[in-house]
Structure formats: structure tokens, C-alpha cells
């Protein structure tokens, strides 16, 4: 358990960095997370910054699917050129082999996850934006 959470942890460091250095050098010198429309994240205080914090999720959701399936393909390339261990007696090889299978099938996982996570946090903020649209 303790290992799926420091992968968890490391996947979303390198995905908030990688956003990070581009809402960064699209925003100005700050290195406060921002939205698609350069404000800074915080709390949405209105529709708008509602509807721009559901573009940043939708952004981030797909940065998360690109990259499972980036590993998805590189997993594909590898195992064409390595194969895949059978029935056969393990070697070496196979066996890291196998590790890499598992290395990249728990990193397309977490992967997935912060996609499907990052979708439903765009969802609900779209949904506060336009619930704070019609009572104005």
C-alpha cells in the first residue's frame, strides 16, 4: 500500500511540475498554479473563476490520460522487443521483465486515476460556475 501511495505521490510531482513550468512561463514569474486564463489558483470566488478552474482540470485530465497512454505505447514497444515471459523457467531477464510489466501497468493505473479525478473536479466546477451564473 505504502508503495502504490509513493507512486501516487511521484506520479502527481511530475505532472504538477510539467504543468507547472508551462502555466509558469504562460503566466509571468510567479510559481502559483493557474488557471487556463492566467488567474491564480485558489478559491473560485466567481462563475467565471469557476468555469476557469473546470478548463485547468480538463487540461490536467488530459496531460494524465497522454500520459498513460505514452506509457502505454513505450510498455507496447518494450515488450515486442523482450517479450513476454511464459510458462517457461524464469531467467533474469524475464523476471524484469515481469517487474517492468507491473511497473508500468501500476503507473497507466494512477495514471487513469488522476485523469478520471482531475475529469470530475472539472465537472463539478463548471457545475458551481453556471449554479452561480443563474442566482446572480
Not at 504538477?16 to 509571468?28: D, E
Not at 473546470?54 to 490520460?65: F, L, P, T
Not at 498513460?68 to 531477464?93: N, V
Request: aromatic share 8%; hydrophobic share 40%; proline share 3%.
Amino acid at each position: 500500500m505504502q508503495q502504490t501511495w509513493k507512486g501516487i505521490a511521484a506520479l502527481i510531482m511530475a505532472a504538477a511540475l510539467s504543468l507547472g513550468v508551462a502555466a509558469v512561463g504562460a503566466a509571468g514569474s510567479s510559481n502559483e498554479p493557474r488557471d487556463t486564463q492566467g488567474a491564480q489558483l485558489g478559491v473560485p470566488q466567481t462563475p467565471d473563476e469557476h468555469f476557469g478552474r473546470a478548463a485547468y482540470y480538463k487540461e490536467k485530465a488530459a496531460a494524465y490520460s497522454q500520459e498513460a497512454e505514452t506509457h502505454r505505447k513505450m510498455f507496447a514497444d518494450y515488450d515486442k522487443k523482450h517479450g513476454s515471459p511464459g510458462a517457461k523457467a524464469l531467467t533474469a531477464q524475464d523476471a524484469a521483465i515481469t517487474k517492468m510489466r507491473k511497473h508500468c501497468d501500476d503507473y497507466m493505473k494512477e495514471a487513469e486515476t488522476l485523469a478520471a479525478q482531475a475529469e470530475r473536479f472539472a465537472e463539478f466546477h463548471r457545475m458551481l460556475g453556471e449554479e452561480m451564473k443563474t442566482k446572480k
